[in-house]
């Protein structure tokens, strides 16, 4: 019996000093050999990284300026038009009616004030000669004077009535999109009236928070670059800054700047939301090659070799400048970095 549970005994510390556990019986997972350079010094632009929204240069809710019921719409949703285009015709027929009347009535007063002229040279000759009295020189001249000024009131009807006319039909006021028409023919519209909302795009204004901690190194007239938050190209468009607010928001602590870029060619909408990047000055950081770098949604990734091991970064970059990316936080300079990324390049892994 004893042979046996020493047997057994020994049965029992064998399977246990081989078990699962234990240094002997587990994997150790092979070294890899990777591709590595070092991470090189560059002068990059200090970036200020702003985000804001794009706002046409001018706005206007284009007023109807006069009465009348609307006989023709002539632009839609979304077209863009010249300044000084016809937008909407009101019924103009009484207004033209008046302005003919005020037209010909003025014209009947100068003829009037011309005669009224002759005879007042005629009375004042004959004034000088005796053959009238004073009462009817002095009279003459009154008359005179009166149709002069009656026919400056007619001059004033005249262009209250064309300009009148002119209102019944509504032009663009400048270069412009038409956001939105609220009148379709057959309404009637006061002065007052809201006929289109348009907005100008040739040229586009950018709204931008700054904060407080950066507001004072942001000058007029400084580039800024930016990109729309949407598109997928990641084209870049230029722009000047053209207004620095005087003053810091309590609530927020930042500060209002706008800047102003070209829109020749309608590329760009009011609306659409973009992120902006302000050079302040010169910094230098590490840079590494532009293969070393993994995306991951917005995060950047890079593989650094420390100790023989791969350690995983997030680090944040810069736009790629010759061949090589900025690495504003993350890394150091000299510290080599996994150049060509396999499937066993990993956080943790080993290398020869």
Request: proline letters at 4%; one cysteine or more.
């Amino acid at each position: 019996m004893l042979i046996c549970a020493m047997g057994l005994l020994g049965a029992s510390c064998a399977k246990e000093s081989n078990g699962p556990g234990t240094p002997e019986a587990r994997k150790v997972a092979p070294s890899i050999s990777v591709q590595q350079a070092p991470a090189k010094t560059m002068t990059v632009p200090v970036e200020l990284s702003l985000s804001g929204s794009l706002i046409g240069a001018e706005e206007a809710e284009v007023a109807a300026g006069a009465a009348g019921k609307v006989l023709a719409t002539y632009v839609e949703r979304g077209a863009v038009v010249k300044r000084g285009a016809l937008s909407v015709r009101l019924d103009g027929r009484s207004i033209g009616a008046q302005a003919q009347e005020a037209a010909a009535h003025l014209e009947s007063l100068r003829a009037t004030a011309a005669q009224a002229q002759l005879d007042c040279q005629r009375n004042e000759q004959m004034f000088g000669k005796g053959a009238i009295s004073k009462a009817d020189y002095d009279g003459s001249r009154t008359q005179c004077e009166t149709t002069k000024w009656s026919v400056s009131a007619a001059e004033a009807r005249k262009t209250l009535t064309a300009e009148a006319l002119r209102d019944t039909e509504i032009r663009a006021p400048f270069n412009g999109m038409v956001v939105e028409r609220f009148v379709s023919a057959g309404e009637y519209v006061r002065p007052d009236s809201r006929v289109v909302t348009l907005v100008a795009v040739d040229s586009l204004r950018i709204e931008l928070t700054v904060p407080e901690s950066e507001l004072a190194r942001v000058r007029q007239d400084m580039p800024i670059d930016f990109r729309l938050a949407a598109a997928s190209d990641g084209k870049t468009y230029h722009g000047r800054i053209r207004y620095v607010g005087p003053a810091v928001r309590k609530q927020t602590r930042d500060g209002v700047v706008e800047a102003v870029v070209d829109n020749a060619d309608n590329e760009l909408r009011p609306g659409m939301f973009v992120t902006a990047s302000l050079a302040l000055g010169e910094q230098t950081v590490p840079a590494v090659p532009e293969k070393a770098i993994v995306a991951d949604g917005a995060l950047r990734h890079v593989f650094v070799v420390v100790g023989g091991r791969i350690e995983d970064r997030v680090v944040q970059t810069q736009a790629v400048r010759d061949g090589l990316v900025p690495i504003i936080r993350g890394i150091k300079d000299g510290e080599s970095v996994v150049t060509a990324i396999t499937p066993e390049v990993r956080d943790g892994a080993r290398v020869n």
